[in-house]
């Protein structure tokens, strides 16, 4: 059960940056809203019970987050809380990663294989590809939400962005506090340069006015947000570096 819902910012402390491929940062929701997922996949495990993939389901289930809801009239809601925000960010930089098929495994898990598996082209070949990261020593987030909850769920997120599984985006401490500056419109959808924090919906944006925004299109509203379902025209997040 979640405890009172205040204005408040998330902090980020970063070890080097993050790497990040949407035109926008991580969305707090859908990071709080992964958490809620592993720790019911992991009691499913525990109890020998099967699970369906949230994305696998016709109408994914919405959890219970620990963030104050965003009711519009006529428009689908979404959680007060908004995509991450670098802080001081230096000049973009591009690492490298790479990829190659491993033909011993190949061999241990197929029943028959070609005289050659290709490198150079087909599905099996060699990949070099970019990794934008953004320098930066903390990434911030505007939400209405329960700040102890909030907290203990984030204490067990290590890493964020793409890449993490090779040092990028390590997160060496995470600090959440109440906001008092903020009021609930602003803490659910600016970023803290006063531009558009989330998708949202006109009837929102109006009421928010930022500064500026990313323009227009089709974006998930609320995790999980790659589902159909969750699929709306709206107002989308200023850009990052714009």
Excluded: F
Excluded at 3 to 27: D, E, F, K, N
Excluded at 50 to 65: I, K, N, Q, V
Excluded at 183 to 194: F, I, M, N, V, Y
Aim: proline residues 10%.
């Amino acid at each position: 059960m979640s405890g009172p819902m205040v204005p408040l910012r998330v902090r980020a402390h970063l070890a080097t940056g993050i790497a990040q491929t949407s035109p926008w940062g991580i969305a707090l929701d859908g990071l709080l809203a992964s958490q809620l997922w592993e720790e019911h996949k992991a009691s499913c495990r525990a109890n020998g019970r099967p699970y369906t993939r949230a994305l696998d389901r016709d109408d994914p289930p919405d959890l219970d987050l620990p963030l104050a809801r965003c009711q519009p009239d006529g428009a689908p809601w979404h959680w007060a809380a908004t995509c991450a925000w670098p802080e001081n960010p230096g000049r973009l930089d591009v690492h490298t990663w790479t990829g190659r098929v491993d033909a011993r495994e190949l061999e241990q898990v197929a029943t028959a294989l070609p005289l050659t598996v290709s490198g150079r082209q087909g599905r099996y070949r060699a990949r070099r590809m970019p990794l934008l990261v953004t320098p930066c020593t903390s990434v911030i987030w505007h939400a209405v939400g329960d700040v102890d909850r909030i907290t203990e769920l984030l204490d067990d997120v290590v890493s964020i962005g793409k890449k993490r599984a090779t040092g990028e985006g390590h997160v060496l401490r995470w600090e959440v506090t109440p906001a008092p500056d903020l009021d609930a419109t602003t803490a659910g959808h600016l970023h803290p340069d006063g531009t558009l924090g989330r998708t949202v919906p006109d009837s929102c944006h109006q009421v928010a006015s930022p500064t500026g925004d990313g323009g227009r299109g089709r974006a998930g509203i609320r995790p999980p947000y790659m589902h159909p379902d969750r699929q709306h025209q709206l107002r989308l997040p200023a850009l990052l570096g714009s």
